[in-house]
């Protein structure tokens, strides 16, 4: 067999290093067609057995941020609506196709991206969801007055499982919108709505907590269920008539109710109403209630109860919540009285003993109180921000410390809170060592041991001083061009390339430069077996002769003895 040259080896091994690399991530869009301006959830799928963090860029928009990590997944839920939503309000907000880039990276620095497109297309969907006393929900989709689409539903986890699969909604011709019905175990859920036709699409996701069936009274008991727990979410032209909100509410005892009303809190009277169909309910009978909107001339977010009363007793309350928001402007949401430029920190950074990794942020308070802004949340382990107080309608500079002394990755939300709101920053940062000096000591060593090296033995170990020699340098130039984790890596590929070098100069070398130990190894072998043979044959050679030496010695003795015998004799 012949032997493989030693560069070739250290060339493998330390190249070994530089093969891992992340999968490349996979995503998802729930709803896969959305409208402009709706809401989405991106689901990004990344086995890696290393921990990894998960950013996102809408190219060309400079909106970026990263992906919590939940489940088993990294799951971005992007609404203008939904209070919980873990990525903010939704980036899709034209209709055109967007390049969403999601990068990960490795804890060992590798890194993988790839670029899922979104088309936001110029059907609005407008679900409105209710709750069936059975626990069954009532679906009601409004696509605006786009008539003629194709609607669908499919229902998530919280975790994005997939809780009832695609289902299409009928259409009732007498209000132009889509209906259906489905039944869920009690919990939380997302309902995605698709529409499509022929030319264009759209397409939302709205939260909704199913209750599951509900208990009544009893016999002879009276009371009134509002089906209506969801959101009501609407999108209009400034002054627009805004289309009237339908729920039904049920008496599940055995009276009758009557003298019913409606009654709702004076500072929503100016912006809402509620009506309902019937002034006297029948036992296990329904009736309907209507949600109107007054004035759509200005956004609004409402959170209230409406109390449905039997003369002066309240028999039932119907929840109701109505995000209104004006085309071109944007609906007040609760807890966005702060803003911070830029909204990420994002980065590979170099740990010194001497300077501290900062940045600096414009954060704007736009209340009309000051706003005594602190730092809250995980990282504030890891990240220090001074308290700083922020005038009214003013802003401030406010800069964040990296009090971290480890390398590693540092991933969350710098959370930045104050009386008149709140501004989550994301952060993904990756803190590296300063390799500066350990590369210049394991060139120092290197070329030591290349210095104490012979002529011949140089020339024998040529290709294996080159690779190692071109792996710190790489080692050096990644380390000055800011590529730290490349650094790492190659720097610990150029250590274990010296290590096996030292190792193999502790070996006898050849007889001669150019020797090929291939040929050495067959003519030591033909030498030792002629030596073994030559051996053998003196070995029974000595033993033939002492043979023939006793036969003489042997025959003597017996002619002696027959002489002497012949002398008695005589």
Request: proline share 6%.
């Amino acid at each position: 067999m012949k032997s493989v040259p030693v560069f070739i080896m250290l060339s493998f091994l330390l190249s070994a290093n530089s093969v891992l690399a992340l999968p490349i991530p996979g995503v998802t869009f729930v709803p896969n067609k959305v409208s402009a301006g709706g809401n989405v959830a991106v689901i990004v799928d990344l086995p890696a057995a290393e921990p990894v963090s998960v950013s996102w860029v809408l190219t060309g928009f400079g909106r970026y941020g990263s992906l919590p990590y939940s489940g088993g997944k990294y799951i971005c839920h992007f609404s203008s609506t939904d209070a919980q939503s873990t990525c903010g309000p939704t980036p899709f907000a034209e209709e055109i196709t967007y390049d969403f880039q999601i990068d990960a990276l490795g804890a060992s620095g590798d890194n993988s991206s790839t670029i899922a497109t979104l088309p936001a297309g110029g059907i609005e969907v407008v679900p409105i969801l209710s709750d069936n006393p059975d626990g069954s929900v009532n679906m009601v989709v409004a696509t605006q007055g786009i008539l003629g689409a194709s609607v669908s539903y499919e229902v998530y986890t919280t975790a994005f499982d997939t809780a009832k699969g695609t289902t299409s909604l009928a259409f009732n011709p007498a209000n132009g919108n889509y209906f259906g019905n489905v039944t869920l175990p009690p919990g939380e859920y997302f309902f995605a709505f698709s529409a499509t036709t022929s030319s264009d699409h759209g397409g939302s996701l709205i939260r909704h907590a199913v209750s599951g069936p509900s208990v009544g009274p009893g016999p002879g008991g009276t009371s009134l269920l509002a089906e209506d727990k969801g959101t009501i979410r609407l999108a209009l032209n400034s002054g627009s008539i805004a289309p009237s909100i339908t729920g039904t509410i049920t008496n599940p005892g055995n009276d009758t109710v009557s003298n019913l009303t409606v009654s709702l809190p004076a500072d929503v009277l100016s912006t809402i109403s509620v009506t309902i169909s019937n002034t006297s309910l029948p036992p296990q009978q329904t009736a309907t209630y209507t949600i109107g909107i007054r004035d759509t001339t200005a956004g609004a977010e409402i959170i209230t109860e409406a109390d449905i009363k039997s003369g002066a007793t309240v028999v039932g309350r119907i929840p109701i919540r109505v995000l209104l928001s004006i085309k071109g402007i944007t609906a007040p949401v609760q807890g966005a009285g702060l803003a911070a430029t830029p909204d990420l920190w994002k980065g590979d950074f170099l740990i010194t003993d001497t300077g501290a990794i900062q940045n600096t942020f414009t954060v704007r308070n736009n209340g009309d109180l000051p706003a005594d802004i602190t730092l809250i949340g995980p990282l504030a382990a890891a990240i220090t921000v001074p308290p700083a107080s922020i005038p009214a309608r003013g802003s401030a500079q406010v800069t964040a410390t990296v009090s971290l002394k480890q390398a590693g990755t540092l991933a969350g939300a710098l959370v930045l809170s104050s009386a008149q709101g709140s501004v989550s920053i994301p952060v993904a940062l990756t803190l590296h060592r300063d390799l500066t000096a350990d590369i210049d000591s394991l060139k120092d060593d290197f070329d030591s041991f290349e210095g104490s090296l012979s002529e011949q033995r140089a020339e024998q170990l040529g290709g294996a001083i080159v690779t190692v020699s071109s792996a710190i340098s790489s080692a050096e130039s990644a380390q000055l061009g800011g590529r730290y984790a490349e650094a790492a890596s190659k720097l610990e590929a150029a250590r274990a390339g010296f290590s096996l070098l030292e190792d193999l100069e502790t070996v006898e070398p050849p007889p001669g430069p150019g020797l090929d130990m291939s040929l050495i190894i067959p003519i030591a072998g033909g030498f030792i077996a002629l030596l073994l043979v030559f051996i053998i044959i003196k070995v029974l050679r000595g033993r033939k002769g002492r043979k023939a030496g006793l036969d003489d010695e042997f025959g003597e003795d017996e002619k002696e003895e027959e002489t002497g015998e012949d002398e008695e004799e005589f």
